[in-house]
Structures are given as C-alpha cells and as structure tokens.
C-alpha cells in the first residue's frame, strides 16, 4: 500500500494521500475556561484569543502524548478576526490600538502560543486559502510529507463565527470549531486518499472542518466537497494488516 504520494493522476486531476493516526473536533458551546487550558502558562493563557483557545484545547485533545520534533500546519479562514476588528474599530474613533493586540492579531498567534507550551521548536505552517482552507492545508501536509516521510505532522484548521459588522460574509448556521489532525506513516490507522478537479456541482455550505469530522465519524467511506476553485473527493481507507 502506497502511505503516501502526490502529483496528478492519470486525468491530469491533484492527488495524494496523508496517514492519519488520529483527530478531534472541538466545537465549545460557551466560554473556554482555563481549566481546558492547565499546559498554558498563566501569564500566557490570559493573552489568548477564543480562536487560540479552540486551536489549542483541539490540538492537546488529538496529540495526548508527548511527540518529538512535531511539525504544524495551522489553516484558518479569517485568522483572528474579532482583534483586527476591534483595532480597526479604535482607529475609527481616534483611539490608538493596543500594541499587545497588535502583536495578537496575526494569523500564526495560535501555533505560536502553541509550541511555547510544548516547548516545541520544530517549524510551522499558517495556510488561508478562502472556502479551499481545509484543503490548502491538507496539501501543504502532503507537500512536506513528500520531503520527510517520516514527519510528525498535526494539522490544526481553526475559525470563529464572523463579528456583527461582517455577518453578511459569513452564514447564520456557522459555528465557533477547531479540527486537529495528527498524521505520521509508521503510526498510521487509516489513510486518507485526496483527489480534485475543477469545480462542478453546486458549492457546498457548511463549514468544510466540522463536515470533514462528521464524515470521519460517520463511518462512510468518501466525502465530497465543493469549494470556490475545486471539487474533492476523499476516500478513507483502513490500515492493511
């Protein structure tokens, strides 16, 4: 069984596959509290966004041991939209922004906050791609697989609902999530096999993290999506013994 490859198949369409050991979705419906957040240090915890927080509480959940030389591809649709918000908002009414929510406001504050609490060194990724953000991170995994097979990856896909102010972008039925995936070849459990094309068929409107985890429960074999650019179709198949 082929753990991994990538490129375009025989009708010139994306392809490859991810080794998947394990996920979990974190869909919280209130406040996070600091008791989901103990491997944080204190003077850190209480700077952390809600969308850190999901990002965090998710990737804790998915890797529960310790894994050495882990590498992390984050993957968010609007990064940490409620500060940039709120910073935009201050310089509209003359106020100066706050530095520290300046310096919070950029896409990679999640990962960041991250490995300081896993005292973890290896590098990471921050992906943004629009509706195709999920998949945008998978393909970044699948790209630095190729180059290290070996790899500890996690991918972390992470968002909020959309500020009042810019409601009318996002969908009544969206949700505050995070997903993290962990992928490595040698711990494998089931393999994930991506292919696309252009896009044809309606485009799909729910959130393509919390689809992509209710496929993964569900039990079903394929999962279709259809984003702004691309159409996808994942196969989930079962180690081989």
Request: charged share 15%; proline share 4%; aromatic share 10%.
């Amino acid at each position: 069984m082929v753990l991994f490859s990538e490129g375009m198949n025989r009708q010139g369409n994306i392809y490859f596959t991810l080794p998947l050991v394990r996920w979990f979705l974190f869909v919280p419906s209130g406040n996070i509290s600091s008791t989901q957040l103990t491997q944080i240090d204190p003077q850190y915890r209480r700077r952390l966004s809600s969308l850190s927080r999901m990002a965090i509480v998710a990737a804790s959940s998915c890797l529960k041991e310790e894994i050495p030389q882990l590498h992390t591809v984050f993957a968010t649709r609007h990064g940490e939209i409620g500060i940039t918000v709120k910073m935009l908002h201050d310089l509209f009414i003359q106020t100066r922004p706050s530095p520290a929510a300046f310096s919070l406001s950029v896409h990679s504050t999640a990962p960041c906050f991250l490995s300081i609490a896993r005292s973890e060194h290896s590098s990471f990724t921050t992906v943004s791609a629009g509706t195709e953000t999920l998949f945008a991170a998978f393909q970044e995994a699948a790209g630095q697989l190729a180059k290290n097979p070996s790899l500890s990856l996690l991918v972390i896909c992470a968002d909020e609902v959309l500020p009042e102010v810019l409601s009318k972008f996002g969908d009544s039925t969206d949700k505050n999530h995070a997903l993290a995936l962990y992928f490595n070849a040698a711990a494998m459990q089931k393999e994930l096999v991506f292919e696309s094309d252009a896009l044809c068929g309606e485009r799909s409107k729910s959130q393509p993290a919390i689809a992509f985890a209710d496929f993964l429960e569900s039990g079903r074999s394929q999962f279709h999506w259809h984003g702004s650019r691309h159409s996808w179709k994942i196969t989930l198949n079962e180690k081989s013994h």
